[in-house]
């Protein structure tokens, strides 16, 4: 699929839409605003996700879905404060750099999403002090 076509669809436009007003959001608060169904919204967000404009997390017992993009890693780091407390804890130590393995324990959370946020946060490593100042704050 050309990264033009993702956009014809309107479930798919509907959900970047949402993305793009909020930066990030729980994936079962993204289904019920928008009034899709989960396999439906699975889907969507699936396709979104390998054509690399949105991301999707599980933390927990949670999905978060944001926009890969500086505003969507803030809002997804905000939405996960009370779990990035510990990482912000370290951060302001003067260490950003976690293991997957921190992470894992950090956000209760699978090797596989300790990896990806590992590597989101290496692509946003520049603005992690000042989104931990506000989630400390």
Known sequence: MRRGELFN????????????A?????VSDLIRE?????????????????????????????SYAFMNNEKGFTALLELLASSVR???????RGSSSLSERDLMGLLDTSYDS???LAGIIASYHAIIP???RRVLA
């Open 22 to 26: 909020k930066g990030a959001a729980r």
């Open 86 to 92: 510990g990482f912000c804890q370290i951060v302001g």
């Open 34 to 62: 928008l009034g899709l169904s989960k396999a439906n919204a699975s889907w969507h967000l699936d396709v979104l996700s390998r054509h690399g404009i949105v991301g999707v997390l599980k933390v927990g017992k949670a």
């Open 9 to 20: 669809n309107p479930y798919r436009r509907k959900i970047i839409e949402y993305l793009a």
């Open 114 to 116: 300790a990896k990806k």
């Open 130 to 132: 000042e989104i931990c």
